[in-house]
Every structure is written in C-alpha cells, then in structure tokens.
C-alpha cells in the first residue's frame, strides 16, 4: 500500500540555509557533541511507541489507544527529521563539500529518508481513526510490518553507517 520508495530524484533546491538569520554564504551549521546521542534516544523513543502501538492497541483491538500512539508517533517522527534535516545533514554536508562521492551518498540518505517520511506520515494519517473499517483491520497489520521494516532497516543503517560521518571540522 505504501511506497517507501518511490526511485524519483528530487531536486535540492535549498542548501539548508534558506529562511535562518544572516543566511550569507559564511552561515554555517556547528558541531553539537550531543546531536548523534540525541538521534540515537530518538530511535529509542521511536521503537517504543511503535511497539506500544501494537501491544497496547492492535492486539487489545483498541482503535482510541492505536489513534493516540499514532499522534506521539508521528510529532516524534517529525521533530526528529527537523533535528536530522535542520542540524546532522546540513552539518554533513557543509563538512564534505569537497569529498563529491560521499556527499551524494548522504544526499542519498537524505532523499530515502524523505520517502519513508511521507510512508510513515499517510500510515499515521490513515489508521488515526477510533473505528476501523473491516478494509482497515485486514490492511493494518501489512502496512504496520512495512513500516516497521523500513524504520528497522534505516535506523540501523544512520547508527552503523551514517551517524558514523559526523566528526568535528
């Protein structure tokens, strides 16, 4: 039901820079010891609720709960993507902007991410519901697997692989 990967390229139009305050082209982005740690206890936190929303609201066929952990869900989901978008890819990308191959990697990265966002985000929209329809009931438990596969799949990968291009500059 859900394209997590849709294979179109975007183009990046902003350099990250656009709308903050004395936007010139010495703006820059610094090294926050803190972010990567930060990111990770968002995964955490992430897990956690998408664990909840099972145990606590599909198996107790319990529609209210599943609606209110999909909220948390998603404004979590959302203020880690500002965090990774507004302070680890610029920083990122400011710092390898002379090594080409790894900077399209990360802008790699980054569009992927964009594409499980907007899966996660229509999930969310969808079963955010305190009645479900029959369609909704049979249809929940593969789209919650699929989503569940791709956050796997990517938090694994920004913690072994990603996260690990962050260094001080």
């Given at each position: 039901m859900f394209?997590?990967?849709?294979?179109?390229?975007?183009?990046?139009?902003?350099s990250?820079?656009?709308?903050?305050?004395?936007?010139?082209p010495?703006?820059?982005?610094s090294y926050?010891?803190?972010?990567?740690?930060?990111?990770?206890?968002?995964h955490k936190?992430?897990?956690n609720?998408?664990q909840?929303?099972w145990?606590?609201?599909?198996e107790q066929?319990?529609f209210?709960?599943?609606?209110?952990?999909?909220k948390?869900f998603k404004?979590?989901?959302?203020?880690?993507l500002?965090?990774?978008?507004v302070?680890?890819?610029?920083?990122?990308?400011?710092s390898?902007?002379?090594?080409?191959?790894?900077?399209?990697i990360?802008k790699d990265?980054?569009?992927d991410?964009?594409?499980?966002?907007?899966?996660v985000?229509q999930?969310?929209?969808?079963?955010?519901?305190?009645?479900?329809?029959?369609?909704m009931?049979?249809?929940?438990k593969q789209?919650?697997?699929k989503?569940?596969?791709?956050?796997?799949?990517r938090?694994?990968?920004?913690?072994?692989?990603?996260y690990?291009l962050?260094?001080?500059?």
């Amino acid at each position: 039901m859900f394209r997590i990967f849709s294979g179109k390229s975007r183009s990046n139009a902003s350099s990250g820079k656009q709308g903050s305050r004395d936007a010139g082209p010495d703006r820059s982005i610094s090294y926050d010891p803190t972010l990567i740690n930060t990111l990770k206890g968002d995964h955490k936190d992430l897990i956690n609720i998408y664990q909840r929303i099972w145990s606590e609201g599909y198996e107790q066929q319990d529609f209210r709960k599943i609606a209110e952990l999909l909220k948390a869900f998603k404004s979590t989901f959302q203020a880690h993507l500002i965090k990774e978008n507004v302070s680890f890819y610029v920083y990122l990308e400011q710092s390898l902007h002379e090594d080409a191959h790894t900077l399209q990697i990360v802008k790699d990265f980054r569009t992927d991410m964009n594409d499980i966002a907007n899966a996660v985000v229509q999930f969310c929209k969808r079963y955010s519901r305190e009645i479900f329809t029959g369609q909704m009931l049979m249809d929940f438990k593969q789209d919650y697997e699929k989503i569940g596969e791709a956050l796997t799949r990517r938090v694994s990968l920004e913690e072994r692989e990603l996260y690990t291009l962050y260094r001080y500059s």
